[in-house]
């Protein structure tokens, strides 16, 4: 890290400090944003008419006295000047002011230029797709698109969290991906390699087209697809190849085992203060003196635990061993400490390979993508195998009629997914936690060599997590197959009309195994071997139909689309099985007709079938003033058939108004519009597809007698198992947006604003049914909130040259706020809670409040003495050192009431900064991500740093913070002692509530760009070699592991062990032949 640090230091001192002599011939390379050389520049001095045109390598060389001024101008880019002076060589990069007016989106349906958008719309670059290897490109969004949120993890092949301006729903946020015109919930199979361009539709204005499925935001992705020409087949090689350190910054320090000793004893002491009793030592490891000693074993089999190596009959437990070697453990104190974390932990290995053939003639093109992504996880046995290929092709079948597809075909192999709610360990308990939480004083492994039980007394129900991510992880594999893809016609009849009809879907299939082994050495022992398998198959289709036609009637410009579209969502089977005792202990001879008291399930799943009609009207006078109507009526199964269609209209506008004669004398001004919309858009993710069904099942408990039938004819009964809900609705979402584009000073700064508004009515939660339905029906969801979100997106790109044109930059901004409400729920109802941990139930989603709000007891220091317990409200559990609570509504007792909103998940502001630096052929690119203003709920400390919280194991350093009368409320936790009530970790309050803002150098890379007549030699056109950093530092107040908080979206922001994102060093190579 040293080495790295050091030499892009050298790197940046060397760029600017390198000053070059004067000669009177100036030579230089002129390039575009991307790097690539741009032929035909013309290169003149300033006010002659001398001059000359760069090569086809963007190469030039002129003669040029060194008071004169070099002038640099392309179609397409902002004419850039530089003053000669002692320059011999001038490489300039052009900026592609004009050029981005005409860039071409990919929108709903179709494609627009810059110039024509009047919703709020937002692009990805393909490059920065695949800055840092992942195996969901998803992780790359954060920071780069202002108003999209992205909450990541390290996992291998996790998915991220992402929500488009905000929450609309209280669940089902996703956005919906589209992916060469077809739609998706899942982008885990995407190459970075192997896509062109990468849309976010924000507003109603740019995704209400989309309807139904687009009040999360719409992400469009176009892959690359070949070039129409006679040129070569060109193939492209990008490789990179690295290792990820499991080391991050906010590793909780845990206590030795002699300090963990020392504590116990404390909290002896305390124990007996609080009940007025003699201290008394009755740890089964730390003898009963008042000063705590470690043993030499924790636990020999047969003969006990905390002995002493004389004490050990080592013949004795031999012999045991010898007979019965599962039941026998010889576990020595491991007095230096194990480090739970580094035991579970090791430098993992990423290797990414993505190859691309495009091409074409001028009847056709092609593109073939071959990926694979391997990506080892930091724990043990974790890890992502992902192999794919992408085949897309044009060709014309006659002057008026084309065809073509858009196919990929992905194989993933996950091996132990063990970051959490593993086949050992609770819901709210990662394998991370879980190490947290061992004694130090327990070894890896016991003196026999084997795995070291935690069978010794005093130390809890810990659970050896090497073994668990060992043994079950090693057979614990999910394989899954994916087909996605499309085929189309494109009918061109007359002139402006294109008509298009588009088939495709997507099939899977997938399947898994795992394998629990019998384990007898925990105190809570696993007394079986179990097995696990199971498969599913699902198949979603899409036929869309539009036809489009554009027209221009001397100023007027018009283009209308029309479509109409059947699909659905996904339909299959799945089947999943388990049981216990397998025939053999190897995962490879075992299925489910060898095993004992087999559990098996399945399901049938029928997908959600859509019907579509929509419409869009595009029309501008003069390219100055444009106008935008869209329109989409959908309809869909899960909803009744009085309530099953729903209509989504959007208007929008905008007006260049640097076309405008009073404006055009600004010299600083290049470009500005203003933009306008209004529109809705519709939720349905969050409701049952059956939901308007009432149910029944049959229960023994309800069986009956048939009149006449004999005693023992007993016909199972029927019952209400869910109440149907034939009238519930979409969930729509109304945005308003209002926003400008400006491009200024040459083309030297770009600024987009949108202030926006999302109100979203119509929610569907599943409220509690009143006791009279009976306690065995469950409810349907229905109708009954509203919710608020708001907010403004800033996106600056500032670029530009320094020393002579020989250094080029370029820095771009993104910045977004956002406030999130809930407005409204049903009548008579304020707020619902959130999931329940160890008891605590942190989270309240109620009226005024955002999602997932923290409500808890406000802490207001500790209990220095009995005279304060007296003179305080009554309080269940006070006692000295224990935790001080707020009577908030003044009542003189503390009870829930008093429970305050004090913080929330959700972000105020996040944004990130990319700086792109150019000296000849190096390269520098650093990019940060920050985000502002959200709070972590971290419920680790639960484990970690209270006594009481599974008493005896592993205790981090807080306990040296823990309360004594000298630190008072200066204390970092309460005083540490034994007893679990509300005043001490059995109540929800603020200590556990955290400030989560947080900068992240998300990467760091320095890149060489070898010289075009060198790489021709060996048979390349490009060849670039780049050495990056990632995620190296995070700069933040949170004590956990990582800031990245996600969850679902009714309680997230609760840290409960996860998955770090983890610093990682790479290597790459980008061919281009």
């Known amino acids: 890290m040293r080495k790295l640090i050091f030499k892009a230091t050298f790197l940046l001192l060397m760029i600017f400090s390198v000053v070059a002599y004067a000669q009177n011939t100036v030579s230089g390379t002129v390039v575009d944003s991307d790097g690539n050389p741009i032929p035909g520049v013309t290169v003149f001095i300033s006010g002659t008419s001398q001059g000359t045109t760069t090569d086809f390598d963007g190469n030039y060389s002129i003669s040029v006295e060194s008071d004169q001024t070099l002038v640099f101008s392309s179609l397409g880019f902002a004419t850039q000047s530089f003053n000669v002076g002692d320059n011999a060589s001038i490489n300039v990069s052009l900026v592609e002011a004009a050029e981005a007016l005409e ?13 024509e958008t009047t919703g709020a719309i937002s692009t990805v670059k393909a490059r920065d797709l695949s800055v840092i290897p992942s195996g969901n490109i998803e992780q790359q969004f954060q920071g780069r698109i202002p108003g999209v949120t992205v909450i990541t993890n390290g996992a291998p092949g996790s998915t991220s969290q992402i929500r488009v301006r905000g ?18 919930t899942n982008i885990d199979y995407l190459a970075p390699s192997d896509i062109e361009s990468t849309t976010v539709l924000k507003d109603a204005a740019a995704a209400s087209i989309y309807g139904a499925r687009a009040a999360g935001g719409v992400i469009v992705f176009t892959t690359k697809q070949g070039e129409r020409s006679a040129k070569p ?15 991050v910054s906010g590793s909780p320090e845990m206590l030795t085992p002699q300090e963990l000793a020392d504590y116990t004893h404390i909290a002896a002491v305390n124990n007996a203060a609080a009940n007025g009793t003699a201290v008394t030592y009755t740890h089964p490891q ?22 002493n190596t004389s004490q050990v009959d080592f013949a004795a437990v031999q012999a045991l061993y010898d007979a019965d070697p599962v039941s026998t453990f010889l576990i020595k104190t491991n007095k230096a400490g194990t480090k739970w974390y580094d035991a579970i932990t090791d430098t993992a290995f ?39 290929l992408r085949v897309n092709s044009e060709y014309d079948i006659t002057p008026f009629l084309s065809v073509g597809n858009n196919t990929q075909v992905t194989y993933r192999q996950n091996k132990s997914t063990g970051a959490g709610g593993s086949i050992e360990s609770a819901d709210d308990e990662s394998q991370i936690l879980a190490a947290y939480r061992m004694a130090s004083a327990i070894p890896v492994y016991d003196e026999f060599g084997s795995f070291a039980s935690t069978k010794a007394q005093g130390f809890n129900n810990g659970r050896n997590p090497v073994r668990i991510l060992t043994n079950n992880g090693n057979n614990d594999n999910s394989w899954s197959l994916y087909a996605t893809g499309n085929v189309y016609f494109d009918f061109h009849p007359i002139e402006d009309l294109n008509i298009r009809t588009s088939i495709g879907g997507n099939v899977g299939l997938s399947n898994y195994v795992n394998y629990g082994y019998r384990y007898l050495g925990d105190s809570e022992p696993q007394n079986s071997n179990n097995f696990g398998e199971g498969s599913a198959h699902s198949t979603s289709w899409q036929w869309t139909n539009t036809a489009t036609y554009q027209k221009s009637f001397g100023n007027h410009n018009a283009k209308i689309l029309v479509g109409i579209e059947a699909l659905n969502t996904g339909y299959g089977r799945s089947l999943n099985a388990s ?18 008291n087999p559990v098996v399930n ?24 444009y106008l935008s109507a869209t329109y989409r009526r959908d309809g869909a199964s899960r909803f009744g058939s009085n309530t099953r269609y729903g209509t989504f209209p959007s208007f929008s506008a905008a007006w260049r108004a640097t076309d405008e004669p009073f404006l055009q004398g600004i010299a600083w001004l290049d470009e500005l519009k203003v933009r306008g919309g209004w529109g809705e858009m519709g939720n349905s993710n969050n409701v049952d597809p059956a939901n308007q069904f009432s149910l029944f099942g049959q229960s023994k408990a309800r069986s009956y007698y048939p009149i006449g039938g004999g005693n023992n004819g007993a016909t199972a009964g029927y019952f209400t198992s869910r109440i149907g809900n034939p009238d519930a609705k979409w969930e729509t979402s109304e945005t308003t947006n209002i926003g400008f584009d400006a491009t200024l000073f040459n083309g030297k700064l770009d600024v987009i604003v949108d202030v926006w508004n999302k109100e979203t009515k119509d929610l569907l939660y599943t409220l509690t049914l009143p006791g009279i339905s009976g306690n065995s029906a469950s409810a349907p969801a229905v109708n009954i909130a509203n919710m608020k979100n708001s907010g403004i997106d800033m996106s600056f790109v500032h670029r530009g040259s320094l020393s002579g044109g020989e250094l080029g930059y370029e820095v771009t901004l993104n910045a977004a706020t956002l406030k999130n409400e809930i407005v409204a729920l049903a009548p008579g109802i304020t707020y619902f809670s959130g999931n329940t941990y160890r008891g605590n139930q942190y989270v309240r989603n109620a009226i005024g409040q955002p999602l997932s709000s923290f409500y808890l007891y406000k802490t207001d220091g500790y209990f220095d003495n009995q005279a304060e317990i007296d003179a305080h409200a009554t309080q269940s559990g006070a006692g000295i050192g224990r935790f001080k609570y707020v009577d908030t509504n003044g009542d003189g007792a503390i009870t829930p009431d008093d429970r305050q909103f004090l913080g929330s998940p959700v ?24 985000s502002l203003g959200a709070e972590i709920l971290h419920h680790a400390k639960w484990y970690t740093g209270l006594f009481p919280s599974f008493e005896g194991a592993g205790k981090s350093v807080l306990a040296k913070q823990s309360w004594t009368p000298a630190l008072g409320d200066s204390a970092g936790a309460p005083i540490w002692e034994s007893a679990s009530n509300l005043s001490t970790n059995a109540g929800p309050n603020d200590w556990y509530m955290e400030d989560g803002s947080y900068l992240r150098i998300q990467n760091i890379s320095v890149n060489y760009d070898f010289d075009r007549s060198l790489v021709e030699k060996i048979g390349f056109k490009d060849l670039r070699v780049s050495l990056q950093a990632n995620n190296i530092a995070t700069f933040t107040k949170y004590s956990g592991q990582d800031p990245s908080i996600g969850g679902a979206d009714t309680s997230f922001g609760i840290d409960v062990g996860n998955y770090p994102v983890t610093p990682s060093y790479m290597l790459s190579i980008n061919i281009r032949k």
């Open 103 to 115: 860039e071409i989106i990919v929108t709903g349906y179709g494609t627009e230029t810059k110039r």
């Open 167 to 184: 929450f609309g729903s209280f669940g089902g946020n996703n956005p919906l991906y589209v992916v060469d015109g077809v739609q998706t």
């Open 233 to 247: 087949t060109e193939i492209t090689i990008d490789y990179t190849t690295g290792m990820v350190d499991p080391n």
């Open 286 to 307: 730390y003898g009963t003196a008042a000063q705590a000693t470690l043993p030499d074993y924790l636990f020999v089999s047969g003969q006990g635990s905390g002995l």
């Open 350 to 388: 990423v290797q990414r390979l993505g190859i691309g053939f495009q091409g074409g003639s001028e009847k056709g093109r092609f593109y073939i993508g071959l990926s694979t992504f391997w990506n080892e996880g930091i724990l043990i046995n974790n890890e992502l195998r992902r192999h794919s």
């Open 579 to 596: 049981g216990i005792n397998p025939f053999s202990m190897d995962v490879n001879y075992v299925n489910m007709s060898t095993v004992s």
């Open 602 to 625: 399945s399901n049938l799943f029928n997908g959600v079938q859509f019907y579509s009609q929509f419409g869009k009207l595009d029309y501008n006078f003069s390219e100055k003033y």
């Open 907 to 930: 972000p105020d502001f996040t944004g990130g900064m990319n700086l792109n630096l150019s000296y000849g052929k190096w390269s520098f690119n650093a990019y940060l991500y920050a």
